[in-house]
């Protein structure tokens, strides 16, 4: 039986780990579409899977990793034929589902969305899980009244996954943004991805009055904890936060003022179990009006054998943009 190299997280000895190994087809989880795999990527999360840093993979050995795009190979569902480009995010992959980190993946046909037209097997795994969350985070906004005309918009953990994606969506869509970021030798880089401001989170005055001066109209937030406190504190009136990471703590002590008075809207985002329709028209959006037109820029091609190194530079936060991992 033919075999490939896949990327399997193991529990050993208390242990979470994981390492390159030879598999099969059989030894995959079950589903109707098959896909020789021609990128993944690499997020927080998989990061926190593939080293036991969070309690993420509910099964062992799984093979890792959340995102993956490639042709189809064999499908027996109606709606996808041999070469189709296609791409899987979220639901259970690389969680309770063998994932992306391997050069053949079998998942259920509902997971799986075409290409959009405009975007390469490259770009859709560039943007991968981290991108599509800053996609849906601009496009909840909207929905709740966001436009360029409110005024400016604030990304939060900037260089990251999430941030240096969604830094690119909000410029193309027309947006001031400023760009937060604790390093501060990225702020040329920043800039480069359309930022038209960017704010150290070194030396920040954060404050600690229940209201602060309003700043921002809309902000785009990876990080949580005391930053996100801090946005509640700092928005416009009827200004919206689109919150979906915790890099920066899980609590969030603010006061019930900003919502009642200011009218502050928190939306949280999540990429995982978004329903197919939503699915589909945001990723469609990111082949358009959203396009990130530096993916290439802020994209680092990896091997399946160099995934250790980059969970540790995630789990460190010094990541920048995103590690795209190639077959």
């Given at each position: 039986?033919?075999?490939?190299?896949?990327f399997?997280?193991?529990?050993?000895?208390?242990?979470v780990?994981g390492r390159?190994?030879?598999?099969?087809?059989?030894?995959?989880?079950?589903g109707?579409v098959?896909?020789h795999a021609?990128y993944?990527?690499v997020?927080?999360?998989?990061?926190?899977?593939?080293?036991?840093?969070g309690?993420?993979?509910?099964?062992f050995?799984?093979?890792g990793?959340?995102d993956?795009s490639?042709?189809?190979?064999?499908?027996?569902?109606a709606r996808f034929?041999?070469g189709?480009e296609?791409?899987?995010?979220?639901?259970d992959l690389?969680?309770?589902?063998?994932g992306?980190y391997a050069q053949?993946?079998?998942?259920?046909?509902?997971?799986v969305v075409?290409?959009p037209?405009?975007?390469?097997?490259?770009d859709v795994?560039?943007?991968?899980?981290?991108?599509?969350t800053?996609?849906?985070s601009v496009?909840?906004?909207?929905?709740?009244?966001l436009?360029?005309?409110?005024g400016?918009?604030?990304v939060?953990?900037?260089?990251?996954?999430v941030?240096?994606?969604?830094v690119?969506?909000?410029?193309?869509r027309?947006?001031?943004?400023?760009?937060?970021t604790g390093?501060d030798?990225?702020?040329?880089?920043?800039r480069s991805l359309?930022?038209?401001?960017?704010l150290?989170?070194n030396?920040?005055?954060m404050?600690?009055?229940p209201l602060?001066?309003?700043?921002?109209?809309?902000?785009v937030?990876a990080?949580g904890g005391?930053?996100?406190?801090?946005?509640?504190?700092t928005?416009?009136?009827?200004?919206c936060?689109a919150n979906?990471?915790l890099?920066?703590?899980?609590?969030l002590?603010?006061?019930?003022?900003?919502f009642i008075?200011?009218?502050?809207?928190?939306?949280?985002i999540d990429?995982v179990?978004?329903?197919?329709?939503?699915?589909?028209?945001?990723?469609?959006r990111?082949a358009?009006?959203?396009?990130p037109?530096?993916?290439?820029?802020?994209?680092?091609?990896?091997?399946l054998?160099?995934?250790?190194?980059a969970?540790?530079?995630?789990l460190?936060?010094?990541?920048r943009?995103r590690f795209?991992?190639?077959?």
């Open positions: 039986m033919e075999t490939f190299h896949a399997r997280v193991f529990e050993e000895a208390g242990k780990g390159v190994v030879d598999a099969t087809l059989d030894e995959l989880s079950p109707e098959v896909i021609a993944s990527s997020n927080y999360k998989d990061a926190l899977a593939g080293t036991g840093a309690k993420i993979i509910r099964r050995p799984l093979v990793g959340i993956v490639g042709t189809v190979a064999s499908s027996t569902d034929r041999d189709d296609v791409l899987v995010t979220g639901y690389g969680v309770a589902h063998d992306g053949v993946v079998r998942v259920p046909a509902e997971w075409r290409v037209s405009g975007l390469s097997l490259f795994m560039a943007i991968g899980t981290a991108g599509f800053a996609a849906l496009a909840a906004m909207e929905l709740n009244g436009t360029p005309a409110s400016p918009v604030i939060t953990g900037a260089t990251g996954g941030g240096s994606v969604a690119q969506c909000l410029a193309a027309g947006y001031r943004v400023t760009a937060l390093k030798r990225e702020h040329e880089f920043l359309g930022a038209t401001a960017v150290s989170r030396g920040l005055q404050g600690t009055r602060e001066k309003s700043l921002w109209a809309g902000a937030d990080v005391d930053t996100l406190a801090w946005l509640t504190r928005m416009m009136y009827d200004g936060i979906s990471g890099t920066g703590g899980t609590d002590h603010t006061t019930v003022l900003p008075l200011r009218g502050v809207k928190l939306l949280g990429s179990m978004c329903p197919a329709a939503r699915r589909q028209d945001v990723w469609r990111l358009t009006d959203m396009r037109n530096g993916l290439k820029t802020i994209a680092t091609e990896i091997g054998e160099q995934l250790p190194d969970f540790a530079t995630l460190k936060g010094a990541a943009g795209v991992v190639r077959f």
